[in-house]
């Protein structure tokens, strides 16, 4: 289905007017009037609610609470080689008892219970199970259960990076299964819980350039030798095939393509078809990971399915699902660990050697000191020649270390540990990289540079990395132990260290370009631009602070239903219903905010909302003046809190139909004070700062100071310390993208900051209201650093971590989650190289 930007809730002289041209007048508005007589026979229901987390059967006895802490305690015993809790590590246990606490507050012993049982079971069954990955790496309960196999006091990983406690939100356990047995764990959770209480999630595949072309071409009887003759002049960039209407537009990057359309009527014909069903979903797959499992039977909430192969799947995008408080497990299939798995039984068969792989430490030459049948006294020869690999560069094949700028770091480390590693990956970033902090860490790795501490509190925090801060743990350990920050407010500090920007001129209505902003600073700093309160949901207006040019960074573009569009880099946050998320979380599909501007003034005693709300009535037929019960209705509507609230809200939910790589372009951040987004070519965005917006900034700056200064750190080291957090913040807008002024309009974001306009942008509450709010800063971040992943057949792809790639699923993810995660990529056929 195509959207021409005309669906919406239309007013009744608007449905007049399309039906006047074939209806008389009266018909027309008994038609709109018995919009009312419908709806009353609508009985209320609210298909939202709190997550419906699947009710795990615990022993007669116990309650979820009590059960989760008798298996944990359990567990830890186990991990410890303890007989009785007595016997544990002091620290091992007031962490175990910290955490239990807080889950059990927060209400999540039911999810930890069921992700532990199914995990459990594949362990149980001789499955490969990953060793964790994400934030749940940092939870001791996890590894007390064998969710994950990382221990996080050993390691420094810290719980509130996985819950915070001063911040609820569901936790999120990505787990990977071999690839090859993934489906007995989704057989074992769906006879454990109800065939009708578990499905998999669909996702939609939608017809791209080329695959229109050749159908349409076919329905049309065109010759297949011309349908592809013409197919192979659309180029592939970044995976992606040239959208038909660039193709026919001045900026085709093939002119005989465009010249065959403009003086062929029958080509002409043929592509004005195609370009009318491009972007379609075509057919439909299965979620490569996520399983819903509900408390529920999922028939009553959601609409099911079955696939090809007899599987369940819903036929609501992901993020609906998680609207309806539907829980999603992901359930990864994994084939490194399938050749891992397939690798370790050609040892046990050719060396007689069994490896137990869960028991194998990080460490790697202890690792290769355990078998089965006792150490090896010896670190085998050909375990020394790794490190002789890595310090000459010899990285093809070795991911995240395969990129030109990464194998020259490498060199130049001469790493002799994975520690070193993981070091070099995290500053490995822009913030990091501006700030010279890898020359720094190789320095002083060979003794050729002192390894200092600015104050003594940091020894223990960066002694691992010497000296340079390179870890979100060692911020929050600095907030922790320097500042006096409890965990639960240092991860909100280490939040605030990332973020982005967009804008609307409030005092004009007229959108600004940050490029126009950016050309004029002294002009537009303190010009108020419209902005969302998170509280109130209201509009508001707001003067920019600040404006940063951000040098040349990777784009990608959205375009929603209603045919708005936006670029931006693929960490830049937008509003979702599920809060705030990076553009990398969204699918096509996605529901994404955007802003309703409805400027009112009025000076009667009739309300801002009421207005809106009688309008809202109007357009759908509840209030017309062929009813008898319009004042009763309108005194009725006045009362109903979800009306109220869909009149108050100054936000809409768009579905994103579109999220495509445009290539690299010039980008631009902006500060706004008070609140941390506004609203961009109508989306609601995250303010440049987001999480590190200016006045959350500095109010964390004062605090940490304050903090620092309690404890005997001296103030201009703790302003340093605080200066080097700052590094590690990198999102940005592309060029061009539209922000909406007070003062100026529509501007583009990279004008802004090139003329540094001081303006006024509008943003968006957490709630859905817009208000408005000033530009505080720009940022330049520089150039991005780009990766080269080797393919199957020895083809390369060079682009930045987070660069989407269309999978054979057609989801679009970033290409390191995709190798991570051991997915297809799309085959497309590749006219001309791409670098």
Same mark, same amino acid.
């Not at 489906?183 to 695959?211: C, L, P, W």
């Not at 999978?807 to 006219?831: A, H, N």
């Given at each position: 289905? &195509?959207?021409?930007?005309?669906?919406?809730?239309?007013?009744?002289?608007?449905?007049?007017?399309?039906?006047?041209?074939?209806?008389?007048?009266?018909?027309?508005?008994?038609?709109?009037?018995?919009?009312?007589?419908?709806?009353?026979?609508?009985?209320?229901?609210?298909?939202?609610?709190?997550? =419906?987390?699947?009710?795990?059967?615990?022993?007669?006895?116990?309650?979820?609470?009590?059960?989760?802490?008798?298996?944990?305690?359990?567990?830890?015993?186990?991990?410890?080689?303890? &007989?009785?809790? $007595?016997?544990?590590?002091?620290?091992?246990?007031?962490?175990?008892?910290?955490?239990?606490?807080?889950?059990?507050?927060?209400?999540?012993?039911?999810?930890?219970?069921?992700?532990?049982?199914?995990?459990?079971?594949?362990?149980?069954?001789?499955?490969?199970?990953?060793?964790?990955?994400?934030?749940?790496a940092g939870s001791l309960v996890a590894y007390s259960l064998k969710i994950?196999?990382?221990?996080?006091?050993?390691?420094?990983?810290?719980?509130?990076?996985?819950?915070?406690?001063?911040?609820?939100?569901?936790?999120?356990?990505?787990?990977?299964?071999?690839?090859? &047995?993934?489906?007995?764990?989704?057989?074992?959770?769906?006879?454990?819980?109800?065939?009708?209480?578990?499905?998999?999630?669909?996702?939609?595949?939608?017809?791209?350039?080329?695959?229109?072309?050749?159908?349409?071409?076919?329905?049309?009887?065109?010759?297949?030798?011309?349908?592809?003759?013409?197919?192979?002049?659309?180029?592939?960039?970044?995976?992606?095939?040239?959208?038909?209407?660039?193709?026919i537009s001045e900026k085709t990057p093939t002119p005989e393509f465009r010249?065959?359309?403009?003086?062929?009527?029958?080509?002409?014909?043929?592509?004005?078809?195609?370009?009318?069903?491009?972007?379609?979903?075509?057919?439909?797959?299965?979620?490569?990971?996520?399983?819903?499992?509900?408390?529920?039977?999922?028939?009553?909430?959601?609409?099911?399915?079955?696939?090809?192969?007899?599987?369940?799947?819903?036929?609501?995008?992901?993020?609906?699902?998680? !609207?309806?408080?539907?829980?999603?497990?992901?359930?990864?299939?994994?084939?490194?660990?399938?050749?891992?798995?397939?690798?370790?039984?050609?040892?046990?068969?050719?060396?007689?050697?069994?490896?137990?792989?869960?028991?194998?430490?990080?460490?790697? &030459?202890?690792?290769?000191?355990?078998?089965?049948?006792?150490?090896?006294?010896?670190?085998?020869?050909?375990?020394?020649?790794?490190?002789?690999?890595?310090?000459?560069?010899?990285?093809?094949?070795?991911?995240?270390?395969? !990129?030109?700028?990464?194998?020259?770091?490498?060199?130049?480390?001469?790493?002799?540990?994975?520690?070193?590693?993981?070091?070099?990956?995290?500053?490995?970033?822009?913030?990091?990289?501006?700030?010279?902090?890898?020359?720094?860490?190789?320095? =002083?790795?060979?003794?050729?540079?002192?390894?200092?501490?600015?104050?003594?509190?940091?020894?223990?925090?960066?002694?691992?990395?010497?000296?340079?801060?390179?870890?979100?743990?060692?911020?929050?350990?600095?907030?922790?132990?320097?500042?006096?920050?409890?965990?639960?407010?240092?991860?909100?500090? =280490?939040?605030?260290?990332?973020? $982005?920007?967009?804008?609307?001129?409030?005092?004009?209505?007229?959108?600004?370009?940050?490029?126009?902003?950016?050309?004029?600073?002294?002009?537009?700093?303190?010009?108020?631009?419209?902005?969302?309160?998170?509280?109130?949901?209201?509009?508001?207006?707001?003067?920019?602070?600040?404006?940063?040019?951000?040098?040349?960074?990777?784009?990608?573009?959205?375009?929603?239903?209603?045919?708005?569009?936006?670029? @931006?880099?693929?960490?830049?946050?937008?509003?979702?219903?599920?809060?705030?998320?990076?553009?990398?979380?969204?699918?096509?599909? !996605?529901?994404?905010?955007?802003?309703?501007?409805?400027?009112?003034?009025?000076?009667?005693?009739?309300?801002?909302?009421?207005?809106?709300?009688?309008?809202?009535?109007?357009?759908?037929?509840?209030?017309?003046?062929?009813?008898?019960?319009?004042?009763?209705?309108?005194?009725? @509507?006045?009362?109903?809190?979800?009306?109220?609230?869909?009149?108050?809200?100054?936000?809409?939910?768009?579905?994103?139909?579109?999220?495509?790589?445009?290539?690299?372009? *010039?980008?631009?951040?902006?500060?706004?004070?008070?609140?941390?987004?506004?609203?961009?070519?109508?989306?609601?965005?995250?303010?440049?700062?987001?999480?590190?917006?200016?006045?959350?900034?500095?109010?964390?700056?004062?605090?940490?100071?304050?903090?620092?200064?309690?404890?005997?750190?001296?103030?201009?080291?703790?302003?340093?310390?605080?200066?080097?957090?700052?590094?590690?913040?990198?999102?940005?807008?592309?060029?061009?993208?539209?922000?909406?002024?007070?003062?100026?309009?529509?501007?583009?974001?990279?004008?802004?900051?090139?003329?540094?306009?001081?303006?006024?942008?509008?943003?968006?509450?957490?709630?859905?209201?817009?208000?408005?709010?000033?530009?505080?800063?720009?940022?330049?971040?520089?150039?991005?650093?780009?990766?080269?992943?080797?393919?199957?057949?020895?083809?390369?792809?060079?682009?930045?971590?987070?660069?989407?790639?269309?999978?054979?699923?057609?989801?679009?993810?970033?290409?390191?989650?995709?190798?991570?995660?051991?997915? *297809?990529?799309?085959?497309?056929?590749?006219?001309?190289?791409?670098?």
């Amino acid at each position: 289905m &195509r959207y021409s930007g005309t669906e919406y809730l239309k007013s009744a002289e608007e449905m007049a007017q399309l039906f006047r041209d074939h209806l008389p007048d009266e018909v027309i508005q008994e038609a709109i009037a018995n919009t009312l007589e419908v709806a009353d026979k609508v009985k209320r229901y609210d298909i939202m609610g709190e997550p =419906r987390i699947p009710n795990y059967p615990v022993p007669k006895g116990h309650s979820a609470d009590s059960y989760l802490e008798e298996v944990t305690w359990d567990g830890l015993l186990e991990r410890m080689g303890c &007989r009785s809790r $007595s016997d544990i590590d002091l620290v091992y246990k007031e962490r175990l008892e910290y955490e239990l606490k807080m889950m059990q507050q927060m209400g999540f012993s039911t999810y930890f219970l069921v992700v532990w049982d199914y995990i459990k079971y594949a362990r149980d069954q001789k499955i490969p199970v990953g060793p964790g990955r994400g934030s749940a790496a940092g939870s001791l309960v996890a590894y007390s259960l064998k969710i994950t196999n990382i221990d996080p006091v050993h390691h420094g990983l810290l719980f509130e990076r996985f819950l915070n406690p001063e911040r609820k939100s569901m936790p999120d356990i990505d787990t990977d299964f071999c690839i090859e &047995r993934r489906d007995e764990v989704i057989e074992y959770v769906t006879h454990k819980y109800g065939a009708d209480r578990v499905a998999q999630i669909i996702t939609f595949n939608r017809m791209t350039s080329k695959a229109v072309l050749k159908d349409v071409a076919r329905v049309l009887n065109i010759p297949y030798g011309e349908s592809d003759r013409m197919a192979k002049m659309i180029p592939v960039s970044r995976g992606k095939p040239t959208k038909l209407k660039v193709m026919i537009s001045e900026k085709t990057p093939t002119p005989e393509f465009r010249d065959a359309y403009l003086n062929n009527p029958e080509v002409q014909r043929w592509l004005d078809m195609a370009i009318r069903i491009e972007g379609t979903n075509k057919t439909f797959g299965v979620h490569a990971a996520g399983v819903v499992i509900s408390s529920e039977p999922l028939d009553e909430i959601v609409p099911l399915q079955v696939n090809n192969e007899g599987a369940v799947i819903t036929q609501y995008f992901m993020e609906d699902l998680e !609207s309806l408080g539907l829980l999603k497990m992901d359930f990864l299939g994994l084939k490194n660990l399938t050749t891992i798995q397939k690798t370790a039984e050609l040892i046990r068969q050719h060396q007689n050697i069994t490896l137990d792989l869960d028991q194998l430490p990080l460490d790697e &030459r202890k690792a290769f000191e355990i078998v089965a049948k006792g150490e090896i006294k010896k670190i085998p020869d050909d375990i020394k020649q790794t490190y002789t690999v890595l310090e000459k560069g010899e990285l093809e094949g070795i991911f995240q270390l395969e !990129s030109s700028g990464m194998r020259q770091v490498v060199r130049e480390l001469k790493p002799s540990s994975i520690e070193d590693i993981s070091s070099i990956l995290a500053l490995y970033r822009p913030g990091p990289l501006d700030a010279g902090l890898i020359p720094k860490f190789i320095n =002083r790795k060979h003794g050729k540079e002192k390894v200092e501490y600015q104050h003594p509190l940091l020894e223990p925090i960066l002694k691992e990395t010497y000296g340079t801060l390179c870890y979100q743990e060692q911020i929050m350990k600095m907030a922790q132990d320097l500042a006096g920050y409890s965990l639960g407010q240092a991860d909100l500090l =280490r939040r605030c260290l990332s973020g $982005s920007t967009e804008i609307i001129d409030a005092e004009t209505g007229r959108l600004v370009s940050l490029k126009d902003i950016a050309s004029k600073p002294e002009y537009w700093l303190g010009r108020e631009v419209l902005s969302l309160d998170q509280v109130t949901q209201k509009i508001t207006q707001q003067p920019i602070s600040e404006i940063h040019p951000n040098g040349v960074r990777d784009v990608w573009e959205i375009i929603t239903k209603t045919n708005r569009k936006i670029k @931006a880099t693929a960490d830049h946050r937008f509003y979702s219903l599920l809060g705030w998320q990076p553009l990398d979380q969204f699918k096509v599909g !996605s529901r994404i905010g955007l802003a309703k501007i409805l400027p009112l003034t009025t000076e009667s005693d009739i309300s801002d909302a009421q207005i809106k709300l009688t309008a809202y009535l109007i357009g759908d037929g509840h209030l017309s003046t062929k009813s008898p019960y319009r004042v009763q209705n309108f005194a009725t @509507a006045l009362q109903d809190k979800a009306l109220m609230a869909i009149a108050e809200s100054d936000v809409f939910w768009d579905e994103i139909v579109s999220i495509e790589y445009v290539g690299q372009e *010039e980008v631009f951040d902006l500060s706004i004070s008070q609140t941390h987004n506004l609203i961009a070519n109508d989306f609601i965005a995250h303010n440049c700062m987001g999480k590190k917006k200016v006045a959350e900034m500095e109010k964390h700056r004062e605090i940490f100071i304050d903090g620092a200064a309690k404890n005997g750190v001296a103030k201009r080291i703790a302003e340093e310390l605080f200066e080097q957090m700052i590094l590690f913040a990198e999102y940005c807008l592309s060029y061009d993208t539209q922000i909406l002024t007070v003062e100026y309009g529509a501007v583009a974001i990279g004008e802004i900051v090139e003329k540094q306009i001081e303006c006024t942008v509008y943003s968006v509450d957490e709630n859905g209201y817009v208000y408005t709010q000033p530009i505080a800063q720009w940022h330049n971040r520089g150039e991005q650093e780009v990766f080269e992943y080797l393919l199957e057949d020895g083809a390369t792809i060079r682009a930045t971590k987070d660069h989407k790639f269309m999978t054979d699923e057609d989801q679009m993810l970033p290409i390191d989650q995709i190798f991570e995660q051991g997915l *297809e990529l799309k085959q497309v056929e590749v006219l001309q190289p791409v670098f």
